[in-house]
């Protein structure tokens, strides 16, 4: 197994593994409020795809607002 790379704090990558490792569970709206940053996908995306972090998804299902009564999840 290779070794963790740890991100500079003073990116999105490192606020948001830092999040992670006070034990959070983020969203997107969390994000923006912890980073002026909507985009979460991208940090995750590096920290998992380039710097070697096991983080888990939890993915969620419920009623849309439209006439047809879809779900969605998210």
Do not use: C
């Not at 490192?14 to 909507?38: E, P």
């Amino acid at each position: 197994m290779n070794a963790l790379i740890f991100p500079r704090a003073d990116t999105l990558t490192g606020r948001a593994l830092a999040l992670m490792l006070q034990g959070q569970k983020i969203t997107h709206r969390d994000f923006q409020n912890h980073s002026a940053s909507y985009r979460l996908s991208s940090p995750i995306e590096v920290l998992r795809n380039r710097q070697g972090w096991l983080i888990a998804d939890e993915w969620l299902d419920g009623p849309t607002t439209d006439k047809t009564g879809r779900r969605a999840k998210f």
